[in-house]
């Protein structure tokens, strides 16, 4: 069974910084992409970043990119999203996701999430 949890979620003001934890089990973690959806209240759950298996290789929303960071360690199985310059609108609940598609920001093209960490910047 393919288990992903996120860690690492809070409240801080703008400008201020997060780093979010995902660490999978139950799949083949060395040779899946990985990525970050997120999803604000009353909006669309929409692509954040996403990994490659070997990486560097990564992918970046616009609202994001510059400031955002993704990472992962495949010895431990671990994703991360290092968030720096947070503003208010990065509020929102962050999923870790298996087999990210940079090309596929279709939230019902995936099957496996993590049951979400919430974010919350304050201006």
């Known amino acids: 069974q393919v288990r992903l949890v996120e860690s690492g979620g809070g409240s801080v003001q703008a400008g201020g910084s997060l780093r979010l934890s995902c660490t999978a089990s139950?799949?083949?973690?060395?040779?899946?992409?990985m990525g970050w959806f997120r999803q604000s209240p009353g909006k669309e759950r929409a692509i954040v970043s996403c990994?490659?298996?070997?990486?560097?290789?990564?992918y970046y929303s616009t609202s994001v990119k510059g400031r955002f960071t993704i990472s992962r360690d495949n010895t431990k199985n671990t994703l991360w999203l290092q968030m720096n310059s947070l503003k208010p609108e990065d509020t929102a609940m962050y999923y870790c996701?298996?087999?990210?598609?940079?090309?596929?920001?279709?939230?019902?093209?995936?099957?496996?999430w993590g049951q979400g960490v919430q974010v919350t910047v304050s201006s």
């Open positions: 996701v298996a087999e990210c598609d940079p090309y596929d920001g279709r939230s019902y093209s995936y099957s496996t």
């Open positions: 139950g799949l083949d973690f060395g040779t899946t992409d």
């Open positions: 990994i490659r298996y070997g990486a560097p290789h990564t």
